[in-house]
Structures are given as C-alpha cells and as structure tokens.
C-alpha cells in the first residue's frame, strides 16, 4: 500500500497506528459504512467535518460515525455564535482533503481541532487515513496531542 501524508506524518513524528483498508462505496461515504466494512465498533470510528464559525474561521471536528455535531455546543466551544459546515466545493482548497477522505491529520493549514470526548474511553480510535479506502486506527490520546485537539462534547443527544 503507498504511504499517504497522513502515514508519513505519522511516521515521522514516531506515533503508532495500524491501517485498515475496505471497499469504497461511492453511494454511501457515511462511517457507519467504514464500520460495517471493517467490522470496527461505530463508537470507534470517528468521522471529520469542517466548519466555519462566523468569529474564529475554520475549526474541525472529529466525531462518532453514527452521531451528529450539534452546532450550538460547537459554537460555544470554538467562542463562536454560530458554526456552519463548509459547503463541499469548499472542501478540498480549505483542507486539501475530499469527502470520504478527509482526516484531522495533514490538512492544508492547521486549524483548531475538536475531537469527541467520547474517545477517551478507547485505547484506538480511527480516522480518515487522508483517502477513501483508508482508515488510521491510532491512540485518541496521540490523536489529540498530535493535532493540538481538546476534547469536548460535541455531538447531539439522542
């Protein structure tokens, strides 16, 4: 398999991860896809959206698949008063990623990152490995250290 960015990055700054690879599905990109594919726990794989809050600029997030961000605790947590997601032609020139691809790991400029508390409770987690068919399995805790990410509550209840 070659090496994306995501792995050498990795790499260099001495961090383990293993890789999982699975079939890519153009019609179903959802990380609930990824975990069936792979047999991974849902509550694992963490999916990555991008936004805009109307102060601070972009900021990412890193969530459970199967969850959903809720945009008034994002808001608080980046000191914005309201937070929109990048709207998908804006994807690959703010992050150097495309859907199904993106990972919190490489983006073009380093922005502030927000990664499910949630994750803590995990020895691995995964994300995006920087291309669909791609996914890094690494510890939340490097993950977080890594990318400058606090952990937050991000996503809506129930």
Request: proline share 4%; charged share 25%.
């Amino acid at each position: 398999m070659q090496k994306t960015n995501v792995m050498r990055m990795l790499d260099k700054a001495k961090i383990t991860y293993n890789t999982v690879t699975y079939e890519v599905d153009e019609s179903d990109l959802s990380g609930t896809h990824i975990a069936e594919c792979t047999g991974m726990n849902p509550e694992t794989v963490f999916k990555t959206l991008v936004a805009k809050g109307d102060k601070n600029g972009f900021c990412v997030f890193c969530i459970p698949c199967a969850e959903e961000v809720d945009l008034k605790k994002a808001a608080k947590i980046t000191g914005d008063k309201k937070v929109e997601f990048l709207h998908l032609k804006d994807l690959l020139p703010t992050t150097g990623y495309i859907r199904g691809g993106c990972s919190p790991i490489g983006m073009k400029k380093k922005f502030p990152t927000f990664i499910h508390e949630s994750a803590q409770n995990f020895d691995t987690i995964s994300v995006s490995g920087g291309m669909r068919g791609l996914q890094v399995i690494l510890s939340p805790l490097e993950l977080a250290k890594f990318t400058d990410a606090d952990f937050a509550d991000l996503i809506a209840e129930g």
